[in-house]
Structure formats: structure tokens, C-alpha cells
């Protein structure tokens, strides 16, 4: 068996008495296409800081490609091939678009990050362009971004992850605001990527969920409820109950995500 | 492993074809020559000066390139990092202190006491840095002003090297291959050569790939650090830096007042530098030299005429320019540039079309960063 890209074993985060993220065991191989999905607050995007480092875990261990990483910043985390988009838009608003990405591209192994020549700085720039044209913003790459509208801020953000080189992408809702062609375009070019990038993805889109994962993983308080096929968990008579403890009519139903789940449509999913 | 996360989407191949089709790009590599134009008009006048005013008015002159290339360096700091030191001319000090002595003990010809000076600056800037930089907020503040005053005091106590509170004097002036440089105009020049081949030298430094990091971990060192950066190496370099072009003014300080005194390290610069900085513009580089030419007339040229009403003149000047240039003159520039180009409320007023986010002393503006 090969070594899991991403292996994390008891991981716990506690907010004082709350446990957010309470003693997960989790493998992605490499190559993965793997969905963390589960109800507000069940502490996703908690577990995605653990594992880029923007917050220690309590307890608990986190291995990247077999070698334990829970001690590194979150610098170093990066510079290994983590690379993340966060749920709230986190860009340098008052630059352009292009040199959101270029801060992103230069840090890069090739990126000439000391470079003060500035034609050396060119095969940096193309780089980046490149991306902006995969995610759709090449007509925007001189605009400031706080010109953007919140979907093209979605699109940069995944450009910006992406020039990173990640071996493991951490996606937190990269479809929440886009419309359906953005989040479509959003989708092809995540299902585009090789497979020398390992993908998590949180959606409460499950039409993107479920277009792109493999195998997805259902976290609830904080625990870890499941992890199995897309079918096993539409399946899954646990998942439902524990959604429909929350007292909620509509699965993974999100304030700002139309296409939630609900309970009438994964019960298609089982029969 | 060589080919790392490129995707080739169908979307990729779709629309726009290529780079090459991506507006902006032509621009930007149009516009830096025409920006050259302005810049190279400034350097021919400059050069001429010596020319065309008094030995009186050339030496004012001198003294704004010495302390506006010290603003220089503290915008390095201050605008393009985000490090608003309150000690920063603790480095021009030590590197007035180190010039003047290279200059009595050593040799005063040129290029030597500006690089020892520099040398010096650097090594008081990697040893006080270290600590400095890795504080944040008041706890920042409070070490520069410290580091400020305990380099004043050091220059009082240690009265062996330095000659205490009569500081050092009769300093050599310049020379060039040991002839010394005894009219104004000619110190002038020198003086300018220095500023043109530093200033130039900051310039590159702000417009690289490093100093777009700098940028990066001025407006968000959260997001720096996700994306790989270690916030604290690029501001420590950076604190050695600004430390280093500190000493190199100090140094011309040095030999062309060829006296040094204490107060040279002293809070009173730090201070009237940063006002040049709000004057002028933080993060344009050029904006604080101007604001520095204000502050040094004002204080050196019409200073006796004032009859110690100097502060008070500064003060008001510098209440009106915060009403009326929000970003400094630096912000007159940078208005008419971004003009047309995109409206949004953070770039109206920056000081610096490339940079959008310049423009704001941290810690006087009250708009927001950008979280
Ligand atoms: N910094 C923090 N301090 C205290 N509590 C926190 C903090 N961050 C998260 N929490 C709490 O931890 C729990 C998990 O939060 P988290 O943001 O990880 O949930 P999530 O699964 O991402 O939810 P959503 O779907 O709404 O994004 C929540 O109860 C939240 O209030
Ligand atoms: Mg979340």
C-alpha cells in the first residue's frame, strides 16, 4: 500500500470546553479527490487550519507523505506542497489580480523570488497569466481586486492556490458565491488537474461534491461520522440522522448555498 | 516531478488565446520608458543646479539629498514594509558616527567612510533587528524609540570615541583621489552621485520580486505566510537594509557638516522624517525626498529668519498637508496615474500607480488594511 499523501491520526482542536475538531483519523492517498463535507459548524474549515498550520492542533498528529508535520509553521507546511483557498476571501485587495497570483507564483521553486532583473521576472508573470486564463480572468488581470465582484474573487482565489504547485490543495467552499457557470468552469478545471495534486475539497455544493470526489468524508461535532464512496454515503442511514438531528428540513443546507441536499433527494440516491 | 500542477483544461484552451491577448500587458511595457522621461528631466535639472543658485542655496540642497535619502530608507521601512520605526535614525547616526571617524583616523577619500558607514548601519541594524522585527504594534514601537534613545546615549557616554556631548568635529570633507572637495558645487555633486546610485539601488529593491513580498507582508503576513513566505526573514532583510541606506546618508552627513553630535541619533530626526514621509507619501519613495526638501528648508533654510518658530511652521505645515493630501504629494502623482484607469476607494489617494496600497504611514491612517 502506498503511503497516504495526508494522514492524520487523533487530530483534536478545542475552543475552550467546545472539542471543534475531536479526534480524527483520516487518510487521502495521493491523487485523491476527496470531499469533507458535514453541517455548520461540524469544524471543517477548523481541520483544514490544523492541517495547513494556521492553528496547533490540541492533540493529535499530522503527516504529509509519511513524515510528520505537526510541529512545522505554517510557512514551511506551505513550502512542502500545502497549499489552501479559505473560506473568507483572503487576497491583497489593493493589488492587482495579476500580482495576487505573482505573489503566490514567485515563492515557487522557479519563481525568482530574488531576482532584481526584470526581465527574469517575465517567465513569472506568463506563469501567472496562464492560471488567469485557466480560471477564466485573463481580461481582469490588471484590475484591482477590490474591483472584483465575489464570484471572480472565487476564481482568483483558486488561481492563487494553484500557483502554489500544491501536492495537497485544500479547497473551503471554492464554489460558495459563483454562479452555476463559474462553478461549472470551477469543476472542469479541478477535474483538468493532474493527479500529482491531491485534493480536498469542502462544498456544500454537492453537485460540485459530487462531480469531483472520489471518496468523501461526512465530519459531525467535530467527529469524524464517515468516510466511504459518494454512494455509500448518500447511503449512509448514520449521516441522515445525524443531520436530521440538527433539526435542519435540508442536508448540508447552507445560508449562502442554494444547492443543498435534502433529505427527499438523498433518499433517491439510496433506492 | 517537473511539470507540477498545470492544468490544461479544455477552459484554458477556449478563450483568449494565449498571454499574449491579455490586456495590460502592453501597457505596463509601454509606460516604462515614458515613465523614465520625468525622472531623467529631474536628475539633468538637479545636476544643473550648481550652475544656476548660490553656494548658500546649493548647500541647502546637499542637506535635502543627505536627509531625503534617509527618508528613503525609512520608507523602505515604513511604506513599502509596513515597520513604522521611531528609531530609525539611531542607523544614520551610527553611520554619521562610523564616517566621521573613518574620515579623521582612517581616509576621507571618497568612496570609503559612505561604505564603512553603510557597512556599519548594516551590522547595527542585523544586531538591534533581530529583536526589533519580531515584535509587533506598541511593542515595535517602543523598542525602535528605545533603540533611538539608547543610541544617543551611547554617543553621550562614550566620549573616548565619540567626544560626548561636543560629538565629533572638524571632520575632513570629501575627497576624490585625495584632492578635497572644497567648493559647494562640487560637494554637491558628490553628494548627489551617492543619493542617485542609492536612491536607484532602493528603487530596484522596491520594484522586485522581493519587494513585492514586502508589499505582500506590509498589507496581510497571515496570507505571506500561507503562501510559503517567512514574514520575518524578508522584514529582518529589510530592517539590514534600510539600516545600511540609513548609514549611507549618515555618512554623508558626516563629512559635509563635518560635525556630528548626539542629537544626529537622536528621536527629533526620527521624527521629522516620518513627517516628510506623511508629507510626501509613504511607499512612493520619491514622495518623502520632496517632503524631506520641505521640512529641511524650512528648518535649516528659513529656520534663523523664523527665530525658533521653525517647529511651529513645520506643525502647521504639516496639519494642513494632512488635510489637504491625505497621501502626500506623493498622492497628487498617484491620483492623476490611476485616474481612468479603475476606481476603487483604496488605490483614489495611493501614492504610487504600481503600488495601490501605498501611500498610508501604518499607524496614521484610519482607513482599514485589508484583511
Ligand atoms: N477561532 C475560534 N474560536 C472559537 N471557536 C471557534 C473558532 N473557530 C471555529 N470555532 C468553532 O468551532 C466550530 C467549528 O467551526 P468551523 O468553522 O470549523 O465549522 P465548519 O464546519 O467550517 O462550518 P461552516 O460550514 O459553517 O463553514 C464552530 O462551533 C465554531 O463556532
Ligand atoms: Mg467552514
Redesign the pocket.
Known sequence: MTTPLLELRGVTRQFGALRAVDGVDLQVPPGARHALIGPNGAG??TLFKLVTGSMPVTSGTVALDGSDITKLGEAQRARRGISQTL?HSSLFLSQTVERNVVMAAQRQPGGNRHSLVPRRQKATRDRARELLVDVGLERRSGALVSALSHGERRQLEVAVALACEPRLLLL??PAAGMSPAESGRLVGLLKALPDTVTLVI?EHDLDVVFALATSVTVLHLGKLLLTGSPDEVRASTAVQEAYLGTGRESLFLDTDGPAGLDVSRSEQGVS | MSAPARPTTPAATAPAGGSSAVPGSRRSRGRAPLRAVPALAVLVVLALVPYFVGPDETDILSRVLIFGLFAVSLDLLVGITGLPSLGHAAYFGVGAYTAGLVAEHWTPNAPVPVLVAAGAGAVAAVLTGWLVVRSDGVFFLMLTLAIGEITSQLALQLDDVTGGSDGLFGIPTFRIGGEPLRLEGYRYWYVLAVFVITFAAVWLISRSPFGLALRGIRDNEDRMRSLGYSPFRYKYVAYVLAGAFAGIAGGLFAQFNRIVNPSDAGFALSAITLLALVLGGAGSLWGPVIGMAVVVVVRDYYGPDLGGHGPLVLGIVFVIAVYVLPRGFAGLAGLGALRGRRRGAVSAHATDPDDPGSGAVPGTSSEERPA
Request: proline share 0%.
Open positions: 471543517k474549515s473560506q473551503d467552499e469542502v
